[in-house]
């Protein structure tokens, strides 16, 4: 497993879908996640800061761990399974080790807020590069972890503007 930090958040200017970007934390490879709009928010908000009147859900999930008494070690990345990444929890209780089963964007929102390291599997970030045809459609909810780090190599800095919730 390889430590990574969440780089930026943006949107694909192709498919207008949000991207959460990650980044080793001592090295140069990257790992993008195509996410709903609402953990784009809850990840971005945290980012920058927003404070809100009453807990998000995300706030609320990071409430539950503490407030039964857990401690949120990690958040791992392990795997795609038929196109999506499958995300985990793991928590420590009274000498008990928990792994919670969650969608990486989830899992990195709530990470954010507990302050806890996030991991992503090194075969996902090993992907070796390739090309794919320029007319073939790109669909972020249906790529394989070799395809989305194609695809966003073909994208320009530029496409992944400032995200602001």
Known sequence: MIEV???RIGVDAQSQAF????EERAGTRAL????????AE???????????????THD???SLVTGLGGLLRRVQITRVVQGTFIGELHIARGGTSIVVDARPSDA???????EAPI???????DEEDGDTPDEAPV???????????????????????????
């Open 42 to 56: 809850a990840i971005a908000a945290h980012l920058n800061d927003v404070k809100r009147d009453r807990p998000m």
């Open 119 to 125: 991991f992503v599997a090194e075969p996902l970030l």
């Open 32 to 39: 993008p996640i195509w996410i709903g709009r609402p953990e």
């Open 60 to 62: 609320l999930a990071a």
């Open 139 to 165: 669909d972020p909810d249906h790529l394989s972890a070799e395809e989305l780090q194609r695809h966003l190599a073909k994208l320009r800095p530029e496409d992944f503007g400032r995200f602001n919730p």
């Open 5 to 7: 930090t969440v780089s």
């Open 108 to 114: 990195i929102a709530i990470a954010l807020r507990l």
């Open 19 to 22: 991207v959460v970007i990650l």
